[in-house]
């Protein structure tokens, strides 16, 4: 008899999870980028940035300057999603030179949603660069090439459209003789079309 009620439980219990779990799954059904439905986000950021290369000694040099950003993307699910983005690196000052430089980018994202259009996320991909360099005493010319980019961000929603977004980043970009880091803070807006 004892047997036989908690198989009568377990029965009941899984009778009662069963639709829970079925709306969860329709919810974390996975999208393609080639699926209508998985792009859902567009936006654009700026704000200060820094290099991180040598300065030549004797020489003046500011390795603080601003970087811009646009972007769209879309979520395979609701806590995973992928960005490409535009964006140009800023123009910093190395051996009375300038160097400077623009790239595109590809990052997954991973979040937690809290709330309608707001969340955190983590972000790691790649991006591809195209730096130039002048100035005394370093490397010159222009170089191009791959590298990681990571960071972390969130926004809070305005409106179920509207958010404004904040994200910290590392870009792993050539230099002439070598790479370097560029550390960025953004701020930004984002529209969710979806």
């Known amino acids: 008899m004892k047997s036989l009620s908690v198989a009568t439980l377990l029965t009941l219990g899984l009778g009662v999870a069963a639709p829970s779990f079925a709306q969860q799954t329709q919810t974390d059904t996975w999208r393609m980028p080639y699926e209508r439905g998985f792009w859902g986000h567009a936006g654009v950021s700026a704000g200060p ?27 395979f699910n609701n806590a995973i999603g992928l960005e490409l983005g535009v964006l140009n690196f800023g123009k910093y000052q190395r051996g009375g030179g300038d160097t400077d430089g623009w790239g595109a980018d590809i990052a997954l994202i991973a979040g937690i949603p809290i709330g309608a259009n707001t969340a955190i996320f983590g ?72």
Not at 53 to 66: F, L
Not at 166 to 192: C, W
């Open 49 to 75: 940035s820094r290099l991180h290369a040598d300065c030549p000694s004797g020489t003046s040099c500011d390795d603080k300057d601003y970087m811009f950003r646009a972007y769209a993307g879309g979520r």
């Open 123 to 194: 972000k790691l991909g790649a991006v591809y660069a195209r730096m130039e360099a002048d100035g005394a005493g370093i490397d010159t010319g222009k170089e191009r090439g791959f590298g990681p980019r990571f960071g972390v961000g969130g926004q809070v929603g305005l409106t179920k459209e509207w958010a404004i977004r904040a994200d910290l980043d590392r870009y792993h970009v050539p230099l002439p003789g070598g790479k370097e880091n560029i550390d960025s803070f953004m701020l930004g807006v984002q529209y969710t079309f979806r």
